[in-house]
């Protein structure tokens, strides 16, 4: 079963992530970073989701900050928890006391050639653990993250809000040489969960109702800020490679990160031209491939597959309700 490392900054969809890659995949850790809210909320929703989900999952915190440029977070979409609408139990355990950088090289090192890391985030904690650990490129299986888009954007109009909190770190991993999968917003918002499947997870038991809660919050945000009539599934479309790879298209082509401030910043720039050798002689030259882009995806099959998932979770009993 394929070893997966989430580094995510949850957030509803980062939520749905950590159970779905929980229900099919060996998840071995978990590690947190600012995003959709500060770091210290991210990593509270973690030990939160992890104790109601029931996961034995090692939870790491990380970086509070991008590499460079200023910080923002996400609470415009997500809340003030980073998670509203459902009300999650208190965490059962803490986090490891080891930072998220030295957790991904650790855990790297430990299950080398065998791990695949899925950034769901802004790719801090990645970035500074490539420059921190060079052998961290040979020593990881792949890198399949969500985020970038080869159309529009959210936060700005060419910039998707993960790589835009922080071009320098995806760019690091870009230039990395890893093997990587990127499902932007091109795919992800074809993956959509709308009010029947929230009704679906209704009444499924204490996860789904959970999570019905939490879509409900997430979609009535997407509507009211971009006007979209499904709250997408993000997060776990960097999983699918390892779950449905039947349900999505890649191409692999060069992909560089816009980095130079303006409106550009934070632009994942695909190149999927074809060029000929003769055209060389006038125009700029493709790079080398650096990247599988998620190009086409079957999104109503892959939202049934997510929400299959979330009504059949039979992890372990939930955390007994203390003395009254
Ligand atoms: O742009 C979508 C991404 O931003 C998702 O990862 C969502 O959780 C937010 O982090
Ligand atoms: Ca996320």
Same mark, same amino acid.
């Given at each position: 079963m394929q070893k997966v490392l989430i580094d995510c900054d949850p957030g509803h969809d980062d939520a749905i992530a950590i159970l779905y890659a929980a229900t099919h995949l060996d998840l071995v850790g978990i590690s947190t970073v600012y995003g959709n809210q500060t770091v210290e909320k991210t990593t509270a929703n973690a030990l939160s989701l992890a104790t109601l989900f029931g996961l034995d999952v090692p939870v790491a915190q990380g970086c509070?900050? +991008? &590499?460079? @440029?200023r910080l923002r977070h996400g609470g415009d979409i997500h809340g003030k928890t980073g998670i509203d609408g459902a009300e999650l139990p208190a965490p059962d355990r803490g986090t490891t006391g080891m930072h998220a950088v030295d957790f991904i090289i650790e855990m790297a090192s430990k299950h080398r050639g065998e791990l695949v890391l899925c950034p769901t985030g802004p790719m801090t904690n990645v970035g500074m653990a490539l420059r921190k650990e060079p052998r961290l490129a040979e020593w990881l299986k792949g890198i399949s993250l969500m985020g970038g888009t080869t159309q529009i954007g959210n936060t700005t109009p060419v910039a998707e809000f993960n790589i835009w909190c922080d071009p320098e770190a995806a760019d690091l991993l870009f230039r990395s040489g890893v093997p990587l999968w990127m499902a932007g917003l091109n795919v992800t918002r074809q993956a959509g969960i709308g009010p029947a499947d929230i009704d679906r997870l209704a009444g499924s038991g204490p996860v789904g109702d959970t999570f019905a809660g939490l879509f409900a919050f997430f979609l009535d945000s997407l509507r009211q800020v971009h006007g979209l009539a499904t709250a997408s599934l993000h997060d776990p479309c960097a999983l699918l490679p390892f !779950?449905? +790879?039947? &349900?999505v298209t890649y191409r692999e082509v060069p992909v560089e990160i816009a980095l130079a401030q303006g409106p550009t910043r934070g632009m994942t720039v695909c190149d999927f031209r074809t060029l000929? +050798?003769?055209?060389l002689e006038n125009i700029q030259g493709m790079a080398r491939p650096n990247c599988r882009v998620?190009? @086409? !995806?079957d999104g109503p099959a892959v939202v049934a597959h997510i929400v299959s998932a979330i009504t059949g979770w039979s992890g372990r009993k939930l955390p007994q309700p203390g003395p009254a």
């Open positions: 509070a900050a +991008p &590499l460079a @440029g !779950i449905r +790879p039947d &349900l000929t +050798p003769k055209a998620a190009v @086409g !995806i």
